[in-house]
């Protein structure tokens, strides 16, 4: 025999938020943030392309979306690239330079975000 809540309308996994689901998602958009509390949001769906350049003192992450070209400038930003081409970081935020150390973390660290609108 069924037992039930009538206080229960829908069960967590009808309304889809099961919390190992709800974990697994992927954000749909990124949002990008500076130290001045400026944030800026752009959807995943409109991401077309990505760069990664490691040469020089910085790395630098070109982002192409639609109406939008990202540049992620800082440092260790491989593993942020390959993150970021699989839809999972939901949020970028830039560190100021004098937050920086000079030891190699392996923890990406973003030092400066420009958002350029594409001409049509």
Known sequence: MKESNPADTASEKEMGVASNEYALARPLN??????????????YSYLVAGELTTSGAQNEVILYFSAYTVRLKGYELEAMFLALSDHVIAQVV??????????????????EIRVELVDK
């Open 94 to 111: 830039v560190t100021e330079a004098r937050y920086l150390t000079t030891k190699e973390t392996g923890v990406p660290v973003v030092t």
């Open 30 to 43: 990124l949002c990008l943030a500076w130290p001045d509390g400026k944030r800026f949001f752009l959807n």
